[in-house]
Nanobody, 124 residues
Framework: VQLQASGGGLVPAGGSLRLSCVVSGRSVSFYSMAWFRQAPGKEREFVGHLDKSGSSTYSVDSVKGRFTISRDNDKNTVYLQMNNLGPEDTAVYYC??????????????????WGQGTLVTVSS
């Protein structure tokens, strides 16, 4: 499987962006998908995931209520909708895929396939 993330850019605080992760090689519905991010000088951080069924999501507290993960099976794409962005959201965002049905964050880290990342910069 190959993952291609896109949609990053420069946005003012309070703005919105939608990131895309196109999955090629197999149907996106075969995978549990996750978004991670890595801010400058910081460790990579889990943002949220969508399991194989596409019916459950999970987000860390810092993005709850602002970020939403969704999937379009016809386009073989997973999205990360980000609203009310702040400078603390500045990071490279990565998507990850694993065939594990209900993966933990550690399983994404260890067994996931990764895209190349897309940079999101939020100006204050």
């Amino acid at each position: 499987v190959q993952l291609q993330a896109s949609g990053g850019g420069l946005v003012p605080a309070g703005g919105s962006l939608r990131l895309s992760c196109v999955v090629s090689g197999r149907s996106v519905s075969f995978y549990s998908m996750a978004w991670f991010r890595q801010a400058p000088g910081k460790e990579r951080e889990f943002v949220g995931h969508l399991d194989k069924s596409g019916s459950s999501t999970y987000s860390v507290d810092s993005v709850k209520g602002r970020f939403t993960i969704s999937r379009d099976n016809d386009k073989n794409t997973v999205y990360l909708q980000m609203n009310n962005l702040g400078p603390e959201d500045t990071a490279v965002y990565y998507c990850s895929a694993t065939s594990i049905a209900r993966p933990t964050v550690l399983q994404f880290e260890r067994f996931g396939r990764w895209g190349q990342g897309t940079l999101v910069t939020v100006s204050s």
